[in-house]
């Protein structure tokens, strides 16, 4: 049978042998909504754990006002959310001049972006005359809040920090580690100094930071605690569909926002099984999951949850962008096998972009992994990855398969995760 999945911007067709039992695991399907706009303009009135947007900004009378929302590796539609967000502003406080108005896409740890890149995410169109910068974590100046219960020191661009009131844009996603993206997220991991990042995500180690867990997660507690720390007045999140369509949107107190926006995005994208598959062929989603290799990690660690152990998975990720982070790539490329990385980085301790292959590494010990990418095979090779055309790796796995396999297809799998009935 024929299988068409998402890969980079387009799709590609997967031929898999008759002799096999396929299930395709897809997300649930959600009404999107009617209308962004009134359904904005409804959280905005009536927003979650607090005083309606009007009256907040009344009441602090902002001379500066700052807006975080995430690179261009997070499908967020910012071109349909900002402007209805900053029409509000201007109505509210016609004296606030969109100059004093700072949009930073902040993508953590990422390079900065360049004027294209600001201007593919934020258009002039989209801006409005508002400051439009790239975060910048190792160049920027940083605000410091002080150390969280669990250590984290929060240290955050000036840009955001400063501004009197402080907004964030962006989706609830699951999250391999974090359980959820979403809430204070944007800012904690988005607009933050390395050192905030590395220990915040050096947490993941606890048996609690999983996919889809909220509570009793340290990471996810420990951005929310963040959040707090330095005072986010306004979350707007959206859960999108497998399309991208916007199927919930809300708007609040980034912890409220986050609690109530998991619940839709679970009922989304948690997908029950009854039992495990011999063979997962997986889509990250298409663009921008599959943008570089680094976020094609996730669609490859979610996927591994419904595969057999020692069973094979096919990665397809068109990973235009390359491998996407260079201490991540200098970092593997040291070792021989993934078992070296594994045991090398429990030596030496959570390092930030060497954890990826770290988690690459859990993943590959366990099971047969074979990637088609446009990526070069000796760059996969050097990240202990198999390159593989997917007709023939499928028919290889079939073949020798004694009996007739049970083959899984999850053509979401940067954000689909699974659990037993």
Known sequence: MDIELKYGEGKRTIYIPEK?????????????????????????TNPLGGESFVDMLLRIRPKTLAIAVPDETRPVPLGKILPILLDQVSEALPVLKTSSITIVVGGGLHPPMDPAGLDRVVTLEIALGCRVVAHDAKQDEMVDFGFTTRKTPIRINAQYAKADVKMVVGQIDPHQFVGFTGGAKGVAVGCAAPETIEHNHSLMFDENAQVGLL???????????????????????????????????????????????????????????????????????????????????????????????????????????????????DYVSQFTTPEEVLSDFKKNGFKMGAHKAYLFGRTLTNYDVAVFSDLDAGVLKKCHLRAADPTAIIKEWVDGFEGRPRVGVIPNANTSYFYNK
């Open 20 to 44: 096999t039992d396929v299930d395709i695991l897809r997300p649930a399907s959600l009404p999107a909504l009617e209308s962004i706009e009134e359904a904005l303009k409804r959280s905005l």
């Open 215 to 329: 509570e009793g997660n340290p990471v996810r507690e420990d951005l929310n605690e963040a959040g707090e720390m330095i005072g986010l007045d306004l979350a707007v999140n959206v859960v999108l569909d497998a399309n991208k369509n916007i199927v919930r949107l809300l708007a609040g107190n980034p912890v409220e926002v986050l609690k109530e926006g998991a619940k839709t995005c679970a009922a989304v994208y948690g997908v029950a099984i009854e039992e495990k598959f011999d063979i997962i062929i997986a889509s990250c989603g298409g663009h921008p999951k599959d943008i570089c290799l680094y976020q094609a990690q996730k669609g490859l660690n979610l996927a591994s949850q419904a595969v057999k152990k020692g069973g094979h998975i096919l990665l397809m990720a068109a990973t235009p962008k390359g491998v996407g982070d260079d201490i991540y790539f």
